[in-house]
T-cell receptor, first 117, second 109 residues
Framework: GAVVSQHPSRVICKSGTSVKIECRSL??????MFWYRQFPKKSLMLMAT???????TYEQGVEKDKFLINHASLTLSTLTVTSAHPEDSSFYIC????WGQGIDEQYFGPGTRLTVT | RKEVEQDPGPFNVPEGATVAFNCTYS??????FFWYRQDCRKEPKLLMS???SGNEDGRFTAQLNRASQYISLLIRDSKLSDSATYLC??????????FGDGTTLTVKP
């Protein structure tokens, strides 16, 4: 199947700093990528849909100025958590593929565990 | 009401047992459904797509009941390696998925 990578896999940062997470589709082009966050023992919550060459579409309740998304190419989307706070600590996962791109499944990146101290 | 609801479990079963999970969805316009498996601290991996006619892959059988708006996953002859969280997923709009909170399965020797 297709491969999606994420970097970094784990990051610890201090409150007030910004963290950038990269999501890459390694062997296919993705006009659309998705960013999720997952809290312990909870399922994935869609944060936003990243659209190549245009603005991201954010889900209700997700602050677009807090979570900056850039999808500059067909293989790379980035999520920047700005002015991070401890409550932003979570597992962030990206995905690409899916029904809208003619691919039956979504391919998930391995996730990034963010800890804000 | 959640869009996708699952019994969180946990389901604790002995090796060799048959276990079934159900998942209900609220949007009758949902187009496609999937079961994903997620191991602790890992990303979800696709287990099965769910078709109206049912889908079987080895020990796993998935079924969709549109009239009652639920999806099921049956695991036969459980293995220790089946221990994981199983996520029910619906696609309502192109490329946008809604996940259930997951059902945790523990298979014990």
């Amino acid at each position: 199947g297709a491969v999606v990578s994420q970097h970094p896999s784990r990051v610890i940062c201090k409150s007030g700093t910004s963290v950038k997470i990269e999501c890459r589709s390694l062997d296919f082009q993705a006009t659309t990528m998705f960013w999720y966050r997952q809290f312990p023992k909870k399922s994935l919550m869609l944060m936003a849909t990243s659209n190549e060459g245009s603005k991201a579409t954010y889900e209700q309740g997700v602050e677009k100025d807090k979570f900056l998304i850039n999808h500059a190419s067909l293989t790379l989307s980035t999520l920047t958590v700005t002015s991070a706070h401890p409550e932003d600590s979570s597992f962030y996962i990206c995905s690409a593929g899916g029904w809208g791109q003619g691919i039956d499944e979504q391919y998930f990146g391995p996730g990034t565990r963010l800890t804000v101290t | 009401r959640k869009e996708v609801e699952q019994d969180p479990g946990p389901f604790n079963v002995p090796e060799g047992a048959t276990v079934a999970f159900n998942c209900t969805y609220s949007n009758s316009a949902s187009q496609s459904f999937f079961w994903y498996r997620q191991d602790c601290r890992k990303e979800p991996k696709l287990l099965m797509s769910v078709y109206s006619s049912g889908n079987e892959d080895g020990r796993f059988t998935a079924q969709l009941n549109r009239a009652s708006q639920y999806i099921s996953l049956l695991i036969r002859d459980s293995k220790l390696s089946d221990s994981a969280t199983y996520l029910c997923v619906e696609n309502t709009n192109a490329g946008k998925s809604t996940f259930g909170d997951g059902t945790t399965l523990t298979v014990k020797p």
